[in-house]
């Protein structure tokens, strides 16, 4: 198991305003599936993406990442999981502009203390695996939209992973890129890795092998995709 949610909550409190944006949620995601988080403004799959990422933690129950308990993590431990066990892509890249492919994509090994050989391996291995080697000496700017985005994938990829977490992959690129994209998150998948999408576009959560769809903090919907067949599992009134 590498993501178990039991029975969590997130309130917020904004003033004299107590915002609840989990309402004992429980949830778990095995290696190698395939997950697209869906929900409306306010449904509370951005604090539930911040809580897989380990960015924020539960007010009350559980988050188990891989076995271990979140909010008994320190700091430390907490950015090393950020770092090496979850690779994150983000709608707006996240590039550093005077940085070329090659040193984008092996940063979080530098900040992971990997020795300068295995970082070139690595780095290497996971440009290749998006598609990029022959730009690897670029930087962003001279880059197409998308191919930004497969950076940024690399990037997510190079330590190897638990899990990769993308926050709209998609969101600024055309739907024919979105589309190559999909590709790519889809290889990746068949690869063996464990892919988390939070997206509000049916289109793409389409792509996922199951969909999770939020609202007014609660898992409303738990979609399983097996070919065509689609079993749903109610989880709160709608």
């Given at each position: 198991m590498?993501?178990d949610?039991?029975n969590m909550?997130?309130?917020?409190t904004i003033?004299?305003?107590?915002?609840h944006a989990?309402r004992?949620?429980?949830m778990?995601?095995?290696?190698?599936?395939?997950?697209?988080l869906?929900?409306?403004?306010g449904?509370?799959?951005?604090t539930?993406m911040?809580?897989?990422g380990?960015?924020?933690t539960?007010t009350?129950g559980?988050?188990?990442?891989?076995?271990q308990?979140?909010a008994?993590?320190?700091?430390?431990?907490?950015?090393?999981i950020?770092?090496?066990?979850?690779?994150?892509?983000f709608?707006?890249?996240?590039?550093?502009?005077?940085?070329?492919?090659f040193?984008?994509?092996?940063?979080?090994?530098?900040?992971?203390?990997?020795?300068?050989a295995?970082?070139?391996?690595?780095?290497?291995d996971?440009?290749e695996?998006?598609?990029?080697t022959e730009?690897?000496?670029?930087?962003?700017?001279?880059l197409s939209?998308g191919?930004?985005?497969r950076?940024?994938i690399?990037?997510a990829l190079?330590?190897?992973p638990?899990i990769?977490?993308?926050?709209e992959?998609?969101g600024n690129?055309?739907?024919k890129?979105?589309?190559?994209?999909?590709g790519?998150?889809e290889?990746l998948y068949?690869a063996?890795?464990?892919i988390?999408?939070?997206?509000?576009?049916?289109?793409?959560a389409?792509?996922a092998r199951r969909?999770?769809?939020?609202k007014?903090?609660c898992i409303?919907?738990?979609e399983?995709m097996?070919?065509r067949?689609?079993?749903?599992k109610?989880?709160?009134d709608?």
């Amino acid at each position: 198991m590498v993501i178990d949610f039991r029975n969590m909550t997130k309130v917020y409190t904004i003033g004299t305003e107590q915002v609840h944006a989990l309402r004992g949620v429980s949830m778990t995601i095995k290696k190698n599936e395939y997950i697209a988080l869906m929900g409306p403004s306010g449904s509370g799959k951005s604090t539930m993406m911040n809580m897989i990422g380990c960015l924020d933690t539960p007010t009350s129950g559980e988050y188990l990442f891989e076995g271990q308990d979140v909010a008994k993590l320190t700091d430390d431990q907490l950015a090393e999981i950020r770092n090496k066990r979850i690779g994150f892509v983000f709608q707006n890249f996240n590039l550093i502009p005077r940085s070329d492919v090659f040193h984008n994509v092996e940063l979080p090994m530098i900040y992971a203390g990997v020795g300068a050989a295995e970082r070139k391996s690595a780095t290497l291995d996971a440009i290749e695996k998006v598609g990029l080697t022959e730009r690897m000496k670029h930087k962003p700017n001279e880059l197409s939209g998308g191919q930004r985005q497969r950076v940024a994938i690399a990037r997510a990829l190079v330590n190897n992973p638990s899990i990769i977490l993308a926050d709209e992959p998609t969101g600024n690129l055309d739907s024919k890129t979105g589309e190559e994209i999909m590709g790519v998150f889809e290889d990746l998948y068949k690869a063996g890795n464990t892919i988390i999408l939070v997206t509000h576009e049916e289109d793409i959560a389409s792509h996922a092998r199951r969909v999770v769809r939020l609202k007014d903090g609660c898992i409303e919907v738990d979609e399983m995709m097996n070919g065509r067949k689609v079993f749903k599992k109610v989880l709160v009134d709608a």
